[in-house]
């Protein structure tokens, strides 16, 4: 087993690692979950986004500054009343995924409210959000208030190897891995501490459940404002989010009130949506493939906003996971009890609009679905939580003294 010293002369020596913020001189040791200093760091790292004009731009960094406010945290912290002689178990490695911007934010503050030291690998692709974001942290560290926070911090960022990452693993006693099954299953090969814990975060996907004979109750105002929550929940990362639905479930039988949604969607998807020449390619590609071979029953239109209406019951579900660029499945249901045959262990989050918790909880367990972790209303499907694909994250990156 490496020592941290050893790693970093190796990463030094081949040259493949930027250093975006901090060094490899990280604080020694854990702290206590939800540090005093930890709250005061980001309550002004969201005065700071939501200050921004260039953050004012982006959809998904205005989430993250209301998220890391002063009184969410608190609020995140009342759900944790149980802890007692509770800290961080030490240094965390965040593998964060290439197709959301603003995961490796969120990422850090978990690793930052669980009383951990950080090395957090930013995406791949040059998001605007994610610049952004690095250069306000810049901003921050400069404070002398924040040296110690910043002692934690080590964001990096390196092209796929596997030297790196094996290294990085080598020392570390817990990771984050989110980025799919490939990512998981090679960084599963990579050797770790004994007592490293591993979150691991692979490929998933998600669907709205609609009651159509409440949706039609809704005023022309009401029903504009719920397709633009779907519309958030969709289009900001072109479905490519494993919280992002791809198909929409139907209860009820009202055609009409159908029709009325989709139209809504289309008016704002025409008006705010810009697809790519590369996207729009990819999405008639997608399609060409969905209606050919066994996938009979379909009737399919392509434009910036695609339905895939199943009119047979011999269909495959699972060759419709990975749709994108505003591509849905829409399915008829008699009840929600025929919502199981389209559930998997990959299914993430329910949105839903004209039911309720309490009934697809109650779905679930009287059908003992293995997958379905989150059930959330439209509009909420981005909202990260420190329960994520039905794992505490704080509480799994934390450690209890025994008293």
């Excluded at 978990?110 to 959000?129: A, D, E, T, Y």
């Excluded at 560290?141 to 002692?151: E, P, Q, T």
């Excluded at 090679?186 to 004994?194: A, G």
Aim: with cysteine.
């Amino acid at each position: 087993m490496q020592s941290l010293e050893d790693v970093v002369m190796s990463i030094k020596m081949n040259k493949e690692i930027k250093i975006i913020i901090g060094n490899f001189n990280l604080k020694d040791g854990p702290n206590d979950v939800f540090d005093k200093d930890t709250i005061l760091f980001l309550n002004d790292l969201s005065k700071e986004v939501l200050n921004s004009s260039i953050c004012k731009k982006f959809p998904d960094l205005v989430s993250f500054g209301f998220w890391c406010r002063r009184s969410n945290i608190r609020k995140i912290f009342n759900n944790y009343s149980f802890f007692k002689n509770r800290m961080g178990r030490g240094t965390v490695l965040h593998i964060t995924p290439s197709n959301v911007p603003t995961n490796f934010a969120y990422s850090m503050v978990f690793g930052l409210l669980s009383g951990n030291n950080n090395i957090i690998r930013l995406p791949s692709k040059n998001f605007i959000q994610v610049e952004v974001l690095c250069n306000i942290l810049k901003k921050l560290s400069k404070k002398r208030i924040y040296k110690i926070i910043f002692k934690r911090l080590l964001l990096i960022k390196y092209d796929n190897s596997d030297l790196i990452s094996s290294e990085l693993s080598e020392i570390v006693e817990a990771r984050i891995i989110w980025g799919g099954d490939n990512t998981v299953n090679k960084f599963k090969t990579f050797k770790t501490k004994p007592r490293c814990i591993d979150l691991a975060f692979a490929n998933r996907y998600s669907i709205s459940l609609i009651d159509s004979n409440k949706l039609i109750k809704l005023s022309s105002k009401n029903l504009s404002a719920l397709a633009k929550k779907f519309y958030n929940d969709t289009y900001t990362m072109d479905q490519f989010g494993c919280s992002s639905p791809n198909s929409v479930f139907w209860l009820g039988k009202n055609k009409i009130a159908k029709k009325k949604f989709w139209y809504e969607l289309n008016k704002i998807v025409n008006d705010k949506y810009d697809l790519d020449l590369s996207g729009a390619n990819k999405k008639i590609s997608n399609l060409m493939n969905y209606t050919l071979g066994k996938n009979k029953g379909l009737k399919v239109n392509i434009s910036n906003f695609s339905l895939i209406k199943l009119k047979s019951k011999k269909f495959n579900f699972g060759n419709f996971e990975n749709v994108s660029f505003g591509t849905f499945v829409e399915i008829d249901l008699k009840n929600i009890n025929h919502l199981q045959k389209y559930t998997s262990e990959k299914l993430q989050t329910i949105t839903y609009y004209g039911t309720n918790f309490k009934s697809i909880k109650k779905f679930i367990i009287k059908n003992k679905i293995k997958g379905i972790d989150r059930i959330v209303p439209i509009g909420n499907a981005f909202d990260l939580t420190p329960e994520w694909d039905g794992i505490d994250i704080i509480s799994t990156l934390s450690r209890t003294l025994g008293v």
